[in-house]
Structure formats: C-alpha cells, structure tokens
Nanobody, 123 residues
C-alpha cells in the first residue's frame, strides 16, 4: 500500500538549482528512515543523503554544502533542495524509505522506493 511518489527535477545549467519532492502515500511503520539515492548508467547507485528517524540528515561528501534534505511531516513530504549543481550531479534520483529504522547507516537497505526523477545538469 505504501507508495513514494516523486516530483520535481529537470534540467539546469551548472551552478543552477533544482528541487525534488517525495510524497508518501500510505503508512510507513515508525520509526522509519529515508534516503535519496542517485544512479547513472556509468555508476553504481549512490546514496546522496540518509535521514534518520528524527529527521537528521547525513550527506555524501560530494554534495555537502550544496544539497539540503528536509521533511514536511504535515504533507508527508521529503524534499531535496539541490544548489550549485554540477554536471556530475546528473542522474536519476530516487527517494527511499526503510521502516523499523532509527538510523540506517550508509549500507542500510530500503523497502520502499520512488519511481525516480531525472536531474540533468549541462551547459
């Protein structure tokens, strides 16, 4: 019954900004963790940010200071604000959720996945 529905993304020039949203339909058993991943044909899936059950976020080094994850509990929405985008940020981005989770760690597995949203950064 749980579905993660993504929106946002698109195409921008280097240095530009984009945002992603991930709306949860249904109930994810608490506590739960969430994350944003990205994937390209050239690279394995990469964790971008992990979010613990309290909403605290940890970012992969390459996006620190540029990306910000946030949660709007009233709207059941997880967002990712992406600033100062670089071509290497281009990827399909996926949100994910893990029930029964306080802190997932970077090797944690996820049960629910969004459908993916394309982010393209090019001149």
């Amino acid at each position: 019954q749980v579905q993660l529905v993504q929106s946002g993304g698109g195409s921008v020039q280097p240095g530009g900004s984009l945002s992603l949203s991930c709306v949860t339909a249904g109930y994810i058993p608490s506590p739960y963790c969430m994350a944003w991943f990205r994937q390209t044909p050239e690279k394995e899936r990469e964790g971008v940010v992990i979010i613990d059950s309290g909403g605290a976020a940890e970012y992969v080094h390459s996006v620190k200071g540029r990306f910000t994850a946030s949660k709007d509990n009233a709207k059941n929405t997880l967002s990712l604000q992406m600033n100062s985008l670089q071509p290497e940020d281009s990827a399909m981005y996926y949100c994910a959720a893990r029930p029964y989770c306080y802190y997932p760690g970077w090797a944690g597995s996820y049960t629910y996945w969004g459908q993916g949203t394309q982010v393209t950064v090019s001149s």
